[in-house]
């Protein structure tokens, strides 16, 4: 969240000069977040308050258009004020509010996408069905020059969306339109972003992605912890012919889940012993530990750490090897060029 002091200055180099100037450090085109960040500098002066209350406001508009898209899913005013409540309230979306980050501004793409995709399916009139479909695509294709993993709106939302009204006359045609415009957009904009100078860009797979893909049981598990509150209370109101298949899917992904959570990489490569449990499986959220200063700890009696989080890449030297202290805590870490290895 630190980064978005570079987002600001290229805001007000836009405020100043009418240019957009990249200062090769962000990887995002940031498009439209830019000239919104500049309208505040012109209205309000330049100040990094300033500028960032830009996204406060555009934080209010995602919470009251997610609600909006609740009801539109079928659920209640309470249920829909909750969920709401769920998601701008969270860890994630609330400290991204107030800052100059592509977040929010992406996930505001995504959310106006959905929604005409969710009034083009129960319209009637074929015109109609087209205009949302028309509105989803070319909104997402403008918005989504915040951050361009959210043109996946008008490239995969809409022509779902289209299919689910294949049968009206026109709809297919005009989808298939759409996206073509879609794609040519999103090629001549990439194309851009790829001339402009001090612009950062990123190969696709760098080390770091295939880290990230290596890890990917860590991260469906963590999915799995997050969701777990709202798939139990779901589980509670089956009725009870279908609440046995319930309870026993239950059961059987917390089995799975377990014997996943126990799944180490490190076991695979010694047969004849069991897996030990890996809380650092859990990456995501024992990666809060980093926020509080960590607890040295004597280098005495080193062991191996099975349940070190830092990756292969980051990992010193000198943390192939822990104090015994290590084995019985959650996770462990080595900090910057200490010989000593810490303990959170």
Partial sequence: MGDDWVYIWSARVLADTGHVVYAGWATAMVGWQLYLG?????????????????????SLICAALLH??????GLGDWNASIATLSVVLSSVFLPLATTFMSDVPGL?????CLYCCLRAVPEQSPAATIAWLAGAAFSNDVLGTARQICWLGALVLVPSAAWCVRRRRGVPVAAAALWLLSLAFVAGCMHWFSQQPYAKHEDFLFPYHRGQLER???????????VLPVLSAYLFNLRTSRGVVGYAAALAGAATGCGCCCWTPAATTRPMHWPRLSWATFRLPFDLCSLAPPLPVSSASPRACAACWPTRMNRPPSCAAYPARCRRTPWCCCLGRSPAPICC
């Fill in 38 to 58: 500049a309208v505040f500098i012109k209205l309000f002066g330049f100040s990094f308050t300033a500028v960032r209350a830009s996204i406060v406001l555009l």
């Fill in 216 to 226: 990917t049981h860590a991260l469906t598990l963590t999915a799995l912890l997050l």
């Fill in 108 to 112: 505001f793409a995504i959310l106006v």
């Fill in 68 to 73: 909006r898209i609740f009801l539109r899913l």
